[in-house]
C-alpha cells in the first residue's frame, strides 16, 4: 500500500460518517435545502481561501516574478484555481464556483443578506475574524471557518492542501443529488441552478480536482513519514470538522 492509499484508509471511517450524516435525510424540499445552502455557503467561500493560499505559495504571485521549486504542485494548483475560480455558467459566462452557488441561493430563494454582509466586511477589513465578529456569525459557522484559517495561518503547503483535499464538495453524497434531481424536475426555474452547480462542482472534483489535490499531497510530502502523519491527522480533523458543521446544520433545521 503506498502512502497516499495508506492515508485514504485511515481517514475512511470518518469519511464514511460524514458521507452517511442524518441531515440528508431531512434535506427533502426546498424550504430545508434553502436553509441549508444559507450556512453551507460559508464552507464554499472559505474553500477558495485554501485554494488561494495554496497558489500563493507553492506559485509566484508577485512582482519581480520569479519560478517556484515545486513544478508539479505549482501546475496542479494554477489549474485548479482556474476551474474553482473562473469557470462557466449554463450561458458560458465566466463565474467562480462560488458565485455560482450565490445565484443558485437566489433562485432557489435562500437569505444571501448574511453572506453579502460577510463578503463586505472582508473587503473592508481583510481579516475574516473580524468580520465574524462584526456579523454575528453563529459559533456553529465560525468553528469551522476558524479551522480553515488556522490552517491557512501554519504556512503548511502539505498541511493546507490535505484540508483543502478532504474538505471539498465531493463529499456531497449521490442521494442529495437525486433529491435535488426529483425536485427540479417539479419546479426547474428555482432548483436548476444548484443542480447545475454541484453537478458540475463533483464532475470536477471526481474526474479532474480530486486526483490532482491528491497527487498534490503526494508531491508536497514525499518520503517525509512526520509530513504524512501530519497529513493524515488533518485529513481527518477536516472531516471532523465538516461533520460539525453538518451537525449544525441539521439542528437548525428542527
Aim: glycine share 2%; proline share 3%.
Amino acid at each position: 500500500m503506498n502512502k497516499i492509499d495508506n492515508l485514504l484508509s485511515e481517514i475512511s471511517e470518518t469519511r464514511n460518517k460524514l458521507l452517511n450524516h442524518t441531515i440528508y435525510n431531512k434535506l427533502n424540499d426546498i424550504n430545508s435545502i434553502s436553509k441549508f445552502m444559507e450556512i453551507h455557503v460559508f464552507a464554499v467561500w472559505d474553500f477558495m481561501s485554501l485554494t488561494k493560499s495554496l497558489q500563493k505559495i507553492l506559485t509566484c504571485v508577485e512582482t519581480p516574478w520569479y519560478p517556484t521549486n515545486d513544478k508539479i504542485s505549482r501546475r496542479l494548483i494554477n489549474e485548479i484555481v482556474l476551474g474553482e475560480e473562473s469557470d462557466i455558467d449554463q450561458n458560458n459566462n465566466p463565474v467562480s464556483h462560488f458565485e455560482l452557488y450565490v445565484e443558485s441561493m437566489k433562485k432557489i430563494g435562500s437569505d444571501t443578506n448574511k453572506i453579502n454582509e460577510f463578503l463586505n466586511e472582508i473587503i473592508e477589513t481583510k481579516s475574516h475574524k473580524k468580520a465574524v465578529e462584526k456579523c454575528l456569525i453563529p459559533t456553529g459557522i465560525s468553528d469551522f471557518l476558524n479551522f480553515t484559517f488556522d490552517t491557512i495561518d501554519s504556512n503548511k503547503p502539505h498541511i493546507i492542501a490535505s484540508v483543502f483535499t478532504f474538505g471539498r464538495e465531493d463529499l456531497i453524497p449521490d442521494m442529495f443529488i437525486n433529491i435535488v434531481k426529483t425536485l427540479n424536475k417539479k419546479n426547474e426555474t428555482k432548483i436548476g441552478d444548484l443542480l447545475y452547480y454541484l453537478e458540475r462542482h463533483i464532475e470536477m472534483d471526481g474526474d479532474e480536482h480530486g486526483p490532482m489535490a491528491l497527487q498534490m499531497i503526494s508531491e508536497l510530502c514525499k518520503d517525509d513519514e512526520n509530513k504524512w502523519k501530519e497529513a493524515t491527522k488533518m485529513s481527518k480533523k477536516a472531516l471532523e470538522m465538516r461533520i460539525k458543521l453538518w451537525d449544525y446544520i441539521e439542528t437548525s433545521l428542527n
